[in-house]
Structures are given as structure tokens and as C-alpha cells.
């Protein structure tokens, strides 16, 4: 479960959208852009008008960030509030910026991720030579008003969450998942193995990808090195200390990601590819300009230059992204289950519904706007039980399925294995229906591995 605004800005796009499949989405695309408009104000404020154009096409073509954020989920919301966050922060609004932050967090709790971030560019935006001389922005102002911008949202939250069928759900509940504790069976070096190869598909193009590896540690380290050494002192270069800031919140969300108890969905890596792309525009344009001083190019060869450069960079990235996206269908995981609704609505009544503990979106956007109804029976059997006796009259079917790829932590085990071990489960289940109804296998598709059972309920018990 996540926090009330997820849920509040998809209801009002759908009703605005006449509750149309696009009106589920269309807020989450102009969520990406209005946060790729910040991204770009973001950029010019610190590092100029090139890096800053260079993000803003790097940025929203990544093909996870184009597969997450185009959805009905809270990735586009949560993204827009962040980068806005950091966007005021930069030009030293501070109750702006703590609306934004603490609307991010009322989309999505991870937003607390990035507090330092915030902060420091606001600690960065009093020390700017054309700041430092203002006594309005001393820093307990700020604070003070930060504290301010964040109050109504967080009220809401909190009012919000104590009347919910289970109060504060997206907080305790949420954390007590069992995929928490399953993640603490993963070594530190596979979670940052697998982090380390999502983050690539932020980006797309093998050559991008191959530039922020080098470019993040590199920026990172030498940053810090010559503000150790006494090079420069970061208030005079501050282009130089948001660098630092941006590739270390890129280390900091991926190393945050290592820890035990924080499990492995792609989704997680979406929130670092805005500074990803910062920082990436900003070393491709350094690498340029040392590039064309070092060969002593003249103008209009260095011109000629910057163009071969972008067109290589911008087909590459178009590739990828086409060949990522060229089988990409919405949903992406089908595994039977519009062949399944296709079936029930030839041969089934006109009053079908069918349960399902797994492909919930699936269901739901193939159902959209047919005869069938579904409803989620939460992988819990008595809570199916309760289902069947709530719809007994109408004809009911039991969708049920499996992946031959395995979670990691299963991984010693065959397909074989993992096969009987499902069918004996279902077995069992079967055995504990038995006294309310019986399942008559009607479609089936050995390939996906999925059943579609008819429920059948006992009149005489």
C-alpha cells in the first residue's frame, strides 16, 4: 500500500479522462514531463543551457523510466515532487520545496531517501555568492520555513492513515511483507550486481551506459580529492560541489539499495536516473570541450564536432530504446491471462467472474470494459472460501499460474522441482475446497503454465 496521493491523482485524471484505460496513464505522462521541465531548470541552474538540454534527452528516454513511469503507478508523481523539491531547493524557496518533498513522500515513502539531497542544495543555494549577502536567507529562516512548506501534506497524511481499514498500512504492514524478509537471504555483492546492471537500463545505449560507469565514481571522487587537497574551495565552484552532490546521491540510493532487508524490483533504480542523467551531460561535455582544447580544433570543426557526436549518442540511445520496446505491450506479463478472459467471455455466463491470486493489472485491463468481473483473492485460501460463498450464484472461475523463472532464492531448485512442488500445493488447496465446491478444469495452456479452473459449488451443503 502507498500513501493517499497516488491513489487521489490517478481518481482525478480518470475523471477527467472519463475513466478511460488512458486516463489511468496520461496523468503519469504529464507527471514525466512537467519533472523533465524541472530537470532542465535543475541543470541550467547549476552546470548551464547544454548539460541541461543533454539530461532532459537523456533522461525520459531511458526504456525503464519510459516502462515505469507510463503506467498507473506512483513513479511518474513521486519523480515530478522529487526533482521539483530539488529544483526549488536550487533556487532557494524553501516552503516550495517542502511542499514538494513532503508531497513526494505522501506518494511514495521513499522519498525520505533523498532528504540530504535536498537539503544540502539548499545549504548550497545560501552559500551562492549572490545569496551570501542577504540577511532574509539566514539559515534558520530556511529551515523554518521548509518545516512550514511541509505541514499540510504530512496533516493530511497522517489524518488520512488513521482512518484507513488498516491504519497506517503503507508504514507498518507494508514493512512486515514477506519479500523483506526473504531479501536478507541476498549477499551485499548480488544486490549490487543486479543494481549496478538495472541502472544501465536507465540509460539504454551500451556506450551510455559504459560513460556513467566511469563518469559517477570518477566525478565523485575527484570532486572530493581536490576539495580535500585545497584545489578550490566548493563555495567558489558550485558547479563542482552539485556535482559531487549528484553522483554521490546515485552511489548513496544504490548502496541504500544493498542493504538486507530491501528487496529486488527494477522499480527501485527509477528515483537516481534523473541525477544519472545531470551527471552524465555534464561529463560528456567536459570530455568535449578538454577534447577539442587538447586537439586544438577550430570553430567550425569543433561545431562539426559537437554534431557527429550527438547524432552517434542520439541514434545509439534510439536503438536501444527500440529494441527494448519493440515487444513491449501494456501489460508486459501476459502468461494466459487474455486467453483466459477471452475464453469465459465466449463460453462462460453472462454474470462470469474469476479469482486470482497473481496478474492482478493483467486482469484488470483485460476485463476493462467486458462481461467478465474479477476480484483478487489475495492468495488466501479462507479469504477465497468467503469469495465463493459471496458469488455462488454466479458462475465463478479460479485463474491460477506460475513462472518457470524462479525467484533467486529458489534457484538450486530444477523446473522439475519447482513444478511438482506447485502441483502438490494445488493438490492441497483442491483437497480443502472440496467440502464447498469442486474445480472442473476447463482451459489450460502447458506452455504458460496456466489453468483456468470452473468453480462448481455444492447446492446440498
Not at 502507498?2 to 491513489?7: A, D, G, L, N, Q
Not at 498507473?72 to 508523481?77: D, G, H, I, N, S
Request: glycine share 6%.
Amino acid at each position: 500500500m502507498k500513501p493517499f496521493m497516488v491513489y487521489y491523482l490517478l481518481a482525478f485524471f480518470q475523471w477527467i479522462a472519463g475513466g478511460s484505460g488512458l486516463g489511468g496513464r496520461c496523468g503519469a505522462i504529464l507527471a514525466m514531463c512537467a519533472g523533465t521541465l524541472f530537470l532542465y531548470g535543475l541543470g541550467r541552474k547549476w552546470f548551464g543551457r547544454l548539460p541541461a538540454l543533454i539530461a532532459c534527452a537523456i533522461y525520459p528516454l531511458g526504456p525503464l523510466v519510459i516502462e515505469e513511469q507510463v503506467l498507473a503507478k506512483p513513479e511518474a508523481f513521486y519523480m515530478l515532487f522529487i526533482i521539483g523539491a530539488a529544483y526549488y531547493a536550487s533556487s532557494l524557496r524553501p516552503l516550495l520545496t517542502g511542499l514538494f518533498f513532503s508531497l513526494a513522500f505522501c506518494t511514495k515513502s521513499q522519498a525520505a531517501f533523498f532528504f540530504p539531497l535536498v537539503m544540502i542544495l539548499l545549504y548550497l543555494s545560501v552559500t551562492l555568492p549572490e545569496n551570501s549577502d542577504r540577511s532574509r536567507y539566514r539559515w534558520y529562516t530556511i529551515l523554518f520555513r521548509f518545516s512550514l512548506g511541509t505541514v499540510p501534506p504530512l496533516i493530511i497524511l497522517v489524518v488520512w492513515s488513521a482512518f484507513t481499514m488498516i491504519p497506517f498500512a503503507w508504514l507498518g504492514p507494508e514493512l512486515s511483507q514477506a519479500r523483506y524478509q526473504a531479501a536478507t537471504a541476498l549477499s551485499f555483492g548480488y544486490k549490487f550486481d543486479y543494481w549496478i546492471s538495472v541502472s544501465g537500463m536507465l540509460l539504454g545505449s551500451f556506450l551510455l551506459q559504459v560513460l556513467a560507469l566511469i563518469a559517477v565514481p570518477c566525478c565523485f571522487s575527484f570532486v572530493l580529492a581536490g576539495w580535500a587537497g585545497h584545489r578550490y574551495r566548493l563555495r567558489d565552484r558550485p558547479d563542482l560541489a552539485a556535482l559531487a552532490l549528484f553522483s554521490g546521491a546515485v552511489l548513496w540510493h544504490i548502496l541504500l539499495h544493498c542493504m538486507p532487508h530491501m528487496p529486488l524490483y527494477e522499480r527501485y533504480m527509477v528515483p537516481h536516473a534523473p541525477w544519472l542523467a545531470l551527471v552524465l551531460a555534464w561529463f560528456l561535455v567536459w570530455s568535449f570541450n578538454r577534447g577539442c582544447s587538447l586537439l586544438k580544433l577550430k570553430p567550425r570543426l569543433r561545431t562539426y564536432a559537437s554534431f557527429a557526436c550527438i547524432a552517434i549518442i542520439g541514434l545509439s540511445q534510439a536503438w536501444a530504446v527500440g529494441w527494448y520496446l519493440q515487444d513491449y505491450t501494456l501489460p508486459k506479463k501476459n502468461n494466459g491471462v487474455p486467453e483466459a478472459v477471452r475464453y469465459i467471455e465466449a463460453h462462460g455466463q453472462p454474470d462470469a467472474i474469476v479469482f486470482s491470486a497473481k496478474s492482478k493489472p493483467e486482469f484488470l485491463y483485460y476485463t476493462f470494459q467486458s462481461t467478465v468481473d474479477y476480484e483478487c483473492n489475495k492468495n488466501d485460501l479462507h479469504f477465497l472460501k468467503r469469495l465463493i460463498r459471496r458469488h455462488r450464484r454466479r458462475d465463478m472461475y479460479w485463474f491460477l499460474n506460475y513462472e518457470e523463472r524462479r525467484n533467486p532464492l529458489l534457484s538450486s531448485r530444477s523446473d522439475s522441482e519447482y513444478a511438482n512442488k506447485w502441483r502438490r500445493s494445488f493438490s492441497l488447496q483442491q483437497e480443502l475446497l472440496e467440502p464447498i465446491c469442486t474445480l472442473e478444469l476447463v482451459w489450460s495452456d502447458e506452455k504458460q503454465h496456466a489453468y483456468l479452473y470452473r468453480i462448481l459449488v455444492n447446492r446440498n451443503r
